[in-house]
């Protein structure tokens, strides 16, 4: 099975809507930590929020927050006031207890559109 | 602090040559990840490694394919005899201890013709 799952292949959003970008993961590890990461074209990977799998709260960085939903092994991306800058791929990655290697989905482009 | 740097950023090279791609970590970091994604894909483990061990190589393939993180100087990813497949980004990433984030850098796009 698939460690993570992004369904979605493209997105578009109005600039300034809010768009949400799901991910589900599969692990039989309690203690796992949950990663989103932006491609701009440029290709580099940035580093946008994280959620600990014992974290009581929602992950929020910024204009991003992290939608976690334990008993569904989902870990939705919420981007709030959606900008022409967000246009990119966004993975989300999951590393398991104290392994080694992050495990990456297949991501979702995200076209904002002014 | 400059983060993780890699070079070159992007490499040509023929069928049968062998491709060299270098990864500076992060001033602190001595572990090291190298990562390929493929096109339209997201990124696939290869290789992890502290400086002079290669801890998991469970995502190397098996042949033609090696790493190293030496005691002085950057980690090295060494392709021999590339072949069209080999084509991809190739990222790495450090962190300052295992189970921590990953910070990666930008990349090398290798070509092979």
Known sequence: AQKITQTQPGMFVQEKEAVTLDCTYDTSDPSYGLF????????????LIYQGSYDQQNATEGRYSLNFQ???????????ASQLGDSAMYFCAMREGIGNQFYFGTGTSLTVIP | ??????????????????????????????????????PEEGLKFMVYLQKENIIDESGMPKERF???????GPSILRIQQVVRGD??????????????????????????L
């Open chain 2, 87 to 112: 084509s991809a980004a190739y990222f790495c990433a450090s962190s300052p201890i295992p189970s921590h984030e990953q910070f990666f850098g930008p990349g090398t796009r290798l070509t092979v």
């Open chain 1, 70 to 80: 334990k008993a569904r092994k989902s870990a939705n991306l919420v981007i709030s």
């Open chain 1, 36 to 47: 989103w990461y932006k491609q701009p074209s440029s290709g580099e990977m940035i580093f």
């Open chain 2, 66 to 72: 090696s790493a190293e993180f030496p005691k002085e």
């Open chain 2, 1 to 38: 602090n400059a983060g993780v740097m890699q070079n070159p950023r992007h490499l040509v090279r023929r069928r049968g040559q062998e491709a060299r791609l270098r990864c500076s970590p992060m001033k602190g970091h001595s572990h090291v990840y190298w990562y390929r994604q493929l």
